[in-house]
């Protein structure tokens, strides 16, 4: 815990956190893949990825990008600003979004 008395409104901060676990997603949610369309004789391969490996090689090639687990990364947010300060409940008010859950651990660090 720390005290905010060693901050002052308008300091810039970076701050960083644990994001959100969401679980094993697949490729539409995960990377933003459109999918395939919904009619003419497709059946149930609305949300899949399509081709991964075809070619004169017929290998997966090293970073596809495919359904898996998702969240639970190290995510920094630079040059958030200090809006307000109550030293009196040791608050902070910083005008931006910070990853994480409520009550999750963050890193704060000044410019």
């Given at each position: 815990?720390i005290?905010v ?13 644990i ?6 997603q697949?490729v539409v949610?995960?990377h933003g ?17 399509g ?8 290998h997966?090639p ?6 898996g687990?998702?969240g ?9 600003k200090i ?16 990853a994480?859950?409520?009550?999750s651990?963050?890193e704060i660090?000044?410019r």
């Amino acid at each position: 815990m720390i005290d905010v008395s060693v901050f002052a409104p308008g300091d810039k901060l970076q701050i960083s956190s644990i994001s959100k676990g969401k679980g094993f997603q697949g490729v539409v949610k995960r990377h933003g893949f459109h999918g395939g369309p919904r009619t003419h004789g497709q059946k149930h391969s609305e949300r899949e990825a399509g081709s991964i490996g075809g070619g004169l090689r017929t290998h997966v090639p090293k970073g596809m990008r495919m359904a898996g687990r998702m969240g639970s990364d190290r995510i920094t947010q630079k040059n958030l600003k200090i809006v307000a300060i109550d030293k009196e409940n040791n608050i902070m008010l910083v005008k931006g979004a910070i990853a994480g859950k409520r009550g999750s651990l963050v890193e704060i660090v000044s410019r």
